[in-house]
């Protein structure tokens, strides 16, 4: 198991501190030091009174979300619903209470060793070299996806905008499916169905069914037998071919067209869908009960304009494959802000469409310019003009405001969060970090070090 740091916040009175160490080392847990220059990976805080230095310092040391922080109470008592809610929101992976279990140092191995697996698949070549980005927002998607697709065999609903990849979502989950013998994936677009021969695409038929069959044909459900079945766009079928399919989607039985007799098929179900399925149950252009059966899981994607932080490394990924051989050309920093300040109505697929419209002007060995940009891009843009100061960050400092956040908290917390985002974006290069942000190499070393004691010391 990856190690596993520990914090404590005034638990003494209710939970002794080598208590809990000695019954999460019997449980097989690894404890690192709780060393404040060291909080990096999944990690434990014990407290006894919910405050709000516990939310601040939770969004620090989860930053927001990417670490797994597992946050537990010394006793049930400090914890109600409304409570419990919030720190999940404020970037907790999950809130137990020590006095709620028999076994509370099994119940936290259990956790832990289950998170362990999920993000070593997350960071695997085989998921991050198809769906790429590393946003908090992106991450906590894919791991739900590549929870649910190797720890169960549930039906799942991918949703989310045209473009936002949901196909990919569909073949990772069916790649990362154990099933014994898992047979192939099969993939049926629900837009392109005909009416009139929806009964063959779907169950198939016998020779002489209908005019023109010639010969009998294996649908959609007998070719998944044994394998996973992907219906594209399932919210564009008809609400009578719902109908027709919900006993095969319950219970794996069907009849191809013109045949008395049943037939099994055993398949995992992956729908898609850009619509919102629930309004359009609530208006009675979708059955309900056919929801319910095929979204035992659903997994909202994104859409690039909620994980903009992903935008130049989904650039860098197109580059790669339209250029695989040899070391692929740079962005300059004008064109980097182009992407960052541009729309996406087409989500992945249009930043996809641009960077290989870019790749196909670009000669030379230098960085991809402003002058590989085709004209017919470049009109709407002004990017030296635009207010990075749009609504999102007008929300931001009002919800912070409402949660009783004062003015030098958040100053302080917009200075880390720039200093995070430049030295990601800098790949972690301290010196190009600092010429972004205007300071010198020197200062931004000496507010690392005083946030990272200040941190220590609340904590």
Same mark, same amino acid.
């Given at each position: 198991?990856?190690?596993?740091?520990?914090?404590?916040?005034? @638990?003494?009175?209710?939970?002794?501190?080598?208590?809990?160490?000695?019954?999460?080392?019997?449980?097989?847990?690894?404890?690192?030091?709780?060393?404040?220059?060291?909080?990096?990976?999944?990690?434990?805080?014990?407290?006894?009174?919910?405050?709000?230095?516990?939310?601040?310092?939770?969004?620090?040391?989860?930053?927001?979300?990417?670490?797994?922080?597992?946050?537990?109470?010394?006793?049930?008592?400090?914890?109600?619903?409304?409570?419990?809610?919030?720190?999940?929101?404020?970037?907790?992976?999950?809130?137990?209470?020590?006095?709620?279990?028999?076994?509370?140092?099994?119940?936290?191995?259990?956790?832990?060793?289950?998170?362990?697996?999920?993000?070593?698949?997350?960071?695997?070549?085989?998921?991050?070299?198809?769906?790429?980005?590393?946003?908090? @927002?992106?991450?906590?998607?894919?791991?739900?996806?590549?929870?649910?697709?190797?720890?169960?065999?549930?039906?799942?609903?991918?949703?989310?905008?045209? $473009?936002?990849?949901?196909?990919?979502?569909?073949?990772?989950?069916?790649?990362?499916?154990?099933?014994?013998?898992?047979?192939?994936?099969?993939?049926?677009?629900?837009?392109?169905?005909?009416?009139?021969?929806?009964?063959?695409?779907?169950?198939?038929?016998?020779?002489?069914?209908?005019?023109?069959?010639?010969?009998?044909?294996?649908?959609?459900?007998?070719?998944?037998?044994?394998?996973?079945?992907?219906?594209?766009?399932?919210?564009?079928?008809?609400?009578?071919?719902?109908?027709?399919?919900?006993?095969?989607?319950?219970?794996?039985?069907?009849?191809?067209?013109?045949?008395?007799?049943?037939?099994?098929?055993?398949?995992?179900?992956?729908?898609?869908?850009?619509?919102?399925?629930?309004?359009?149950?609530?208006?009675?252009?979708?059955?309900?009960?056919?929801?319910?059966?095929?979204?035992?899981?659903?997994?909202?994607?994104?859409?690039?304009?909620?994980?903009?932080?992903?935008?130049?490394?989904?650039?860098?990924?197109?580059?790669?494959?339209?250029?695989?051989?040899?070391?692929?050309?740079?962005?300059?920093?004008?064109?980097?802000?182009?992407?960052? @300040?541009?729309?996406?109505? $087409?989500?992945?697929?249009?930043?996809?469409?641009?960077?290989?419209?870019?790749?196909?002007?670009?000669?030379? =060995? $230098?960085?991809?310019?402003? $002058?590989?940009?085709?004209?017919?891009?470049?009109?709407?843009?002004?990017?030296?003009?635009?207010?990075?100061?749009?609504?999102?960050?007008?929300?931001?400092?009002?919800?912070?405001?409402?949660?009783?956040?004062?003015?030098?908290?958040?100053?302080?917390?917009?200075?880390?969060?720039?200093?995070?985002?430049?030295?990601?974006?800098?790949?972690?290069?301290?010196?190009?970090?600092?010429?972004?942000?205007?300071? =010198?190499?020197?200062?931004?070393?000496?507010?690392?070090? =005083?946030?990272?004691?200040?941190?220590?010391?609340?904590?």
């Amino acid at each position: 198991m990856a190690r596993v740091w520990l914090s404590f916040l005034g @638990t003494e009175r209710a939970l002794s501190k080598s208590a809990v160490e000695q019954q999460l080392k019997l449980a097989g847990v690894t404890v690192e030091s709780d060393d404040a220059e060291w909080r990096a990976g999944p990690g434990i805080v014990v407290f006894e009174e919910v405050s709000q230095s516990i939310f601040d310092r939770l969004r620090v040391l989860s930053r927001n979300g990417l670490e797994r922080v597992l946050l537990v109470a010394a006793q049930r008592k400090a914890l109600n619903g409304p409570t419990a809610w919030n720190l999940l929101n404020a970037g907790a992976a999950d809130v137990v209470a020590w006095d709620a279990v028999t076994a509370p140092a099994q119940e936290i191995r259990a956790r832990l060793e289950r998170w362990d697996a999920v993000d070593q698949l997350v960071d695997s070549p085989l998921v991050r070299s198809h769906l790429v980005g590393r946003s908090p @927002t992106w991450i906590a998607v894919l791991r739900q996806i590549v929870e649910i697709a190797r720890f169960t065999d549930a039906a799942v609903l991918i949703a989310g905008e045209t $473009g936002t990849g949901k196909e990919l979502a569909a073949r990772l989950i069916h790649t990362l499916d154990i099933r014994p013998n898992k047979q192939e994936l099969v993939i049926l677009d629900c837009t392109t169905i005909i009416p009139e021969l929806s009964g063959s695409e779907f169950f198939g038929h016998e020779r002489g069914a209908f005019t023109g069959a010639i010969a009998a044909r294996d649908g959609a459900f007998a070719l998944a037998d044994g394998g996973t079945l992907f219906l594209d766009e399932v919210g564009e079928l008809p609400a009578a071919l719902q109908a027709q399919l919900l006993r095969i989607v319950q219970e794996g039985s069907f009849k191809r067209v013109g045949s008395n007799s049943p037939q099994q098929s055993h398949f995992r179900l992956v729908c898609a869908t850009n619509r919102e399925l629930e309004r359009e149950i609530s208006q009675g252009r979708f059955r309900a009960d056919f929801y319910y059966r095929i979204a035992s899981w659903t997994c909202k994607l994104p859409s690039l304009a909620q994980r903009r932080e992903d935008i130049v490394p989904l650039a860098l990924h197109f580059i790669r494959q339209y250029q695989p051989h040899g070391e692929p050309p740079e962005l300059d920093d004008f064109v980097q802000e182009y992407l960052l @300040t541009r729309d996406y109505p $087409g989500n992945v697929r249009d930043l996809r469409r641009l960077i290989l419209r870019m790749m196909h002007h670009h000669v030379g =060995t $230098g960085p991809i310019t402003l $002058g590989d940009i085709p004209a017919d891009e470049r009109a709407p843009m002004n990017p030296a003009n635009s207010d990075w100061r749009d609504e999102h960050f007008e929300n931001s400092i009002q919800r912070a405001l409402f949660q009783g956040a004062n003015l030098k908290e958040i100053g302080r917390a917009a200075e880390d969060a720039a200093i995070r985002r430049a030295l990601d974006h800098s790949g972690g290069n301290l010196r190009v970090a600092a010429q972004k942000l205007a300071v =010198t190499e020197r200062a931004l070393q000496i507010r690392r070090a =005083t946030r990272r004691k200040s941190q220590g010391r609340e904590l």
